[in-house]
Nanobody, 115 residues
């Protein structure tokens, strides 16, 4: 059974940092884009970041407008994981964060930022 497993969420004060990780169980990540989305209560799911393999060790990365300049997505090919480094977190970043690829979604990890 294929699963994506997120980890690294938690409670942090405004201005703080967290690092989320996503691992695949039952498969390895393909070369297609791996994405992070988030969803806060009462809102629609929002695109956060994406990383897509280009060639060799070259990847393309994309960010949502609200996180650009504060979040960094990266791929750890040795451990077959994807990370989302989140800096200067703000209360509006509070949400459940999901990784996904090829139609597979994880269960999400809660990020809560206090003011």
């Amino acid at each position: 059974q294929v699963q994506l497993i997120e980890s690294g969420g938690g409670l942090v004060q405004a201005g703080g940092s967290l690092r989320l990780s996503c691992a695949a169980s039952g498969r390895t990540f393909s070369k297609n884009a791996i994405n992070w989305h988030r969803q806060a209560p009462g809102t629609e799911r929002e695109f956060v970041a994406s990383i897509r393999w280009s060639s060799g060790n070259t990847y393309y990365v994309y960010y949502g407008t609200s996180v650009k300049g504060r979040f960094t997505i990266s791929r750890d090919t040795a451990r077959d994981m994807v990370h989302l480094q989140m800096d200067n977190l703000q209360p509006e970043d509070t949400a459940v964060y999901y990784c996904n690829q090829d139609g597979y979604w994880g269960q999400g990890t809660q990020v809560t930022v206090s003011s």
